[in-house]
């Protein structure tokens, strides 16, 4: 019997609901009284900022202090242009941070930035990405540092000779994080300016640590961030975000402790977004339903503060066994904030428009969508050959067919009618990257006998401070009680971020490498310790594929006279290795697939063409969906051992819960009324 495997609840669930566990804007213990920072964005769509009328908001009640490029502290880099906060006048996007007001009060700092007297230079903002835009370039590479363009065999020529073929073009939109709690930090520096004390919401305390470290010009462990607990992040708290920059910057000016809580507007503005993409594909195959050739072309915007190309194409190059493959990624530098990490970056759009394609070539050949997948599963990876450490992709669609019962299912659109609604189904397949970090970890016995277990992780909801108890239990051979688990701080053993669904598996195997050296050093006696580090781990693996994959049925209710679509049932199959806690697992394959109805049908963010920025301003109007919107959702996992991917034999589940999920309910959307939405959302009135 091993505590892995088993549904523990989430160890701080009851401090959570009671309200006990504390957030980053929460703390008050913080060296002293903290003063309270407010930002001005931009008001104009891109141009320079001429001056800031610092004299008149200084007479205002409780305002301590008024930063402008002008006066602000010159910082270091991080490699992020827009941790660069205060550092010239030029303002690349509407609602870019343009001056920070520090007062006793929050609501002091939040009125005196609300009438503080900025004077710009502005000009005239392109923030539409466009294809045949004269901007478009192709990236030396693309994020995670993926290629730009893989071309193998002759793509076009056999998509021109293929018997039947599929060329058509998705966008999707601007996407935004939506946390439930918002981006804050609270920053003190030590008296001396020698130590700084960061209180955060992120995903990477060691990550924000050694950022802060690099822009204020301190040792990176003369900086502490602490991250105890995080109201979600979804990739736009997995780095260091400029919010922890005003907070460091304001401390060192006023010389006591800053507490800067994002106003829910400005999320929307400077912590990133998922880009807007443009993509064709081409697929074809022959008159057997072999596959023949994919094209894959995407477009993506970045900034002029800094490149983030989102890697939108690169999943095409993993899924099908097709020889002649062609996948590009193309860019275009916008007057607009950098787009950034969300919720499985590049697999989320990128396979939204591999899956339709997938069904458009279905329904173009007259065969079954399950079926037609399960004839073009390759063997190995089909961009590099390498074999797959496991690869169960037949097993999560039969299991998903028999469960949803799909059999018998009739191809023809729009011939299903339950009285004023239309009824189709739809599939499409699920994968993401089995990725695994290099991570540090300690345990030392206490007087007691029990252990303490110790990574600098960050749990943002997921409940990985629990399955990491889980995992030090097992590896020592005790009960959970017996474990106390520390996350969520950069001064415990320095860790990768909650990211690319690899938290679990990178900290694990840290935490069962220090776990299992103390068991092995004897009898667990007080004031044993041990520490791991799985860098060399790591470097030792063999050449493998490693990939989660699943398989997602949508069944999809529409409205013949407003067009409204409701998911009527969703049934996500996944093979994601061992399992470590069915009940958290559950949570985030749920989540994701919840993510994935946000997508396929309400999430946009609305670009100001003439104004710049966003105007979505807050969840009454960038639409996420609620329990009301999800009615029969289920989650399930197949069998699946692989003893290669990390002592746990784990696979991540923070992300493919979301990847196909939008092109199964798009698919879904034509089987009910015959209608090919390509465009993300799918909203009533494309409908009808
Ligand atoms: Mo995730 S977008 O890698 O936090």
Redesign the pocket.
């Known amino acids: 019997m091993t505590v892995t495997g088993t549904p523990v609840a989430r160890l701080e669930g009851r401090d959570k609901v009671t309200g006990a566990a504390r957030y980053a804007a929460e703390y008050r213990d913080v060296g002293g009284e903290p003063a309270h920072a407010a930002i001005v964005g931009a008001a104009v769509p891109a141009g320079r900022v001429l001056d800031v009328d610092r004299a008149s908001a200084l007479t205002l009640p409780g305002v301590l202090a008024v930063l402008w490029h002008g006066n602000a502290p010159t910082i270091g880099s991080a490699g992020d242009g827009e941790l660069q906060v205060l550092q010239s006048d030029v303002v690349a996007y509407r609602g870019q941070i343009v001056a920070v007001v520090v007062a006793e009060t929050s609501e002091q700092a939040t009125y005196a930035a609300s009438v503080l007297d900025v004077t710009y230079e502005s000009r005239q903002c392109d923030n539409e990405l466009r294809e045949h835009h004269p901007g478009i370039y192709a990236p030396e590479q693309v994020n995670a540092g993926f290629d730009t363009d893989v071309v193998t065999g002759e793509p076009e020529r056999r998509f021109e000779e293929s018997a039947v073929c599929v060329d058509v073009r998705y966008t999707t939109p601007p996407e935004h994080n939506a946390p439930m709690e918002p981006h804050a930090s609270i920053a003190a520096w030590s008296e001396d300016g020698s130590t700084l004390t960061v209180w955060d919401s992120t995903?990477a305390p060691s990550g924000v640590a050694g950022d802060l470290a690099d822009l204020f010009g301190v040792d990176s462990d003369a900086v502490r961030v602490i991250a105890r607990h995080v109201g979600g992040?979804?990739?736009s708290k997995?780095s260091t975000r400029p919010n922890a920059v005003v907070a460091a910057m304001a401390s060192s000016v006023v010389g006591r402790p800053v507490s800067f809580p994002v106003p829910r507007r400005s999320t929307f503005d400077f912590v990133g977004y998922r880009t807007p993409t443009i993509q064709r594909v081409r697929l074809s195959a022959d008159a057997n339903g072999s596959m023949t050739a994919l094209l894959h072309d995407s477009l993506q915007q970045t900034s002029t503060v800094m490149e983030y190309v989102e890697q939108t194409s690169e999943g095409s190059r993993h899924v099908y066994d097709i020889d002649d493959v062609s996948t590009t990624h193309r860019a275009v530098a916008l007057d607009v904030g950098t787009p950034r990490?969300?919720?499985?970056?590049g697999e989320a759009p990128g396979m939204f428009a591999l899956e339709c394609a997938v069904d458009e070539l279905a329904h173009a050949l007259g065969t079954d969508p399950v079926e037609l997948r399960l004839r073009n599963e390759p063997s190995v990876d089909p961009a590099d050959g390498h074999p797959y450490s496991s690869r169960t992709v037949r097993a999560v669609f039969e299991e998903g067919a028999r469960r949803f019962g799909w059999s018998g299912r009739d191809p023809r659109p729009a011939v299903r009618r339950e009285g004023r609604t239309l009824v189709g189904t739809g599939v499409a397949m699920a994968t993401y990257p089995a990725m695994t970090s290099p991570s540090t970890a300690r345990a030392t016995v206490r007087d007691d006998g029990t252990v303490d277990v110790s990574v600098a992780a960050s749990d943002i909801g997921t409940g990985a401070r629990t399955v990491l108890a889980q995992i030090a239990a097992d590896a020592l051979e005790v009960a959970l009680d017996r474990v106390h688990i520390h996350v969520g701080d950069s001064a415990l053993p320095t860790a990768p971020g909650?990211?690319?669904?690899s938290g679990t598996s990178s900290w694990g195997w840290a935490v069962t490498k220090a776990c299992r050296a103390l068991r092995s050093d004897g009898d667990l006696s007080p004031g044993a310790t041990a520490t791991a580090d799985t860098t060399d781990d790591l470097e030792e693996r063999a050449a493998l594929a490693r990939q989660a994959f699943g398989a997602h049925f949508a069944e999809v209710h529409v409205d013949v006279d407003t067009g409204e679509v409701r998911v009527t049932r969703m049934l996500g199959v996944f093979s994601v290795g061992r399992v470590l806690n069915p009940r958290l697992a559950r949570s985030q394959l749920l989540g994701g697939m919840v993510f994935g109805i946000g997508m396929a049908l309400m999430e946009e963010g609305i670009v100001d063409r003439r104004h710049g920025g966003f105007l979505n301003a807050d969840l009454a109007e960038y639409h996420l969906p609620v329990d009301a919107d999800v009615a029969d959702i289920e989650a399930i996992w197949v069998e699946e051992h692989d003893d290669d991917l990390n002592p746990m034999g784990s696979k991540g589940i923070?992300?493919i819960g979301i990847v196909g999920s939008p092109a199964a309910i798009a698919n879904a959307v034509f089987h009910a009324c015959g209608v090919r939405v390509r465009d993300l959302p799918i909203t009533l009135d494309t409908l009808i």
């Open positions: 995903q992040g979804f990739g997995g990490w969300m919720r499985a970056p909650a990211g690319g669904s923070g992300e």
